[in-house]
């Protein structure tokens, strides 16, 4: 079945650090992949998406890039801000299966001190 | 244009009592979705609605949850009795079809005793 694996948090960086956090998948299709934002109190947000191999999805600073050889959609950002701090979820839909939904990771926490 | 409403945001029960949850979502969105999101992790599927038909239930526990959507519009998902387990956070998401973007709503934080 489809899966999602992305790195442990928190993540912790001072304003102005680069971001990276990690995510691989495991798919039998050839699915999509999102990554969606959680600030406190709030619902999910679509952050960006890519829906087929070497697409870079972009927004607001962040990136990330699909990469099939190695099942990975790691998202980047070269300069984080205090108001980036949130959980971040790495997701796949997989519209050629039986189970048109998403598939989320476990989330990833990230904390940006002033 | 509004997102998609949920309510009640807080809610505190005892082990073996019923409680329901309501799910407004964003007008003309066909799809509707109610996951399930444990502490520290993501988000999972309970059930998907296509207009008024549940499409895809397979990981809802049909043995105490239920849930529907009458007209195609709003939706309520309910559990009796709770149990301990089910303590989570109750998330319903919309989409104009199963292609598209899925909006999510707040969430009903559940919590039982």
């Known amino acids: 079945g489809n899966s999602v694996t992305q790195m442990e948090g928190p993540v912790t960086l001072s304003e102005e650090a680069f971001l990276t956090i990690n995510c691989t998948y495991t798919?039998?299709?050839?699915?999509?992949l999102f990554w969606y934002v959680q600030y406190p109190g709030e619902g999910l947000q679509l952050l960006l998406k890519?829906?087929?191999?070497?697409d870079k999805g972009s927004n607001k600073g962040f990136e990330a890039t699909y990469r099939k050889e190695t099942t990975s959609f790691h998202l980047e950002k070269g300069s984080v801000q205090v108001s980036d701090s949130a959980v971040y979820f790495c997701?796949?839909?997989?519209?050629?299966?039986?189970?048109?939904?998403?598939?989320f990771g476990s989330g990833t926490r990230l904390q940006v001190q002033p | 244009e509004a997102g998609v409403v949920q309510s009640p945001r807080y809610k505190i029960i005892e082990k073996k009592q019923p409680v329901a949850f309501w799910c407004n979502p964003i007008?003309?969105?066909?799809?509707l979705y109610w996951y399930r999101q444990n502490l520290g992790q993501g988000p999972e599927l309970l059930i998907r609605?296509?207009?008024?038909?549940?499409?895809?239930d397979s990981q809802l526990p049909k043995d105490r949850f239920s849930a529907e959507r009458l007209k195609g519009v709003d939706s309520t998902l309910k559990i009796q009795p709770a149990e301990l387990g089910d303590s989570a956070v109750y998330l319903c998401?919309?989409?104009?079809?199963?292609?598209?973007?899925?909006?999510f709503g707040p969430g009903t934080r559940l919590t039982v005793l």
């Open positions: 998401a919309s989409s104009l079809n199963l292609r598209n973007e899925q909006f």
């Open positions: 798919a039998t299709g050839y699915p999509s």
């Open positions: 890519a829906t087929k191999a070497d």
């Open positions: 997701a796949l839909s997989d519209l050629d299966t039986g189970r048109r939904a998403l598939t």
């Open positions: 007008s003309g969105h066909n799809t």
């Open positions: 609605y296509e207009n008024e038909e549940a499409v895809d």
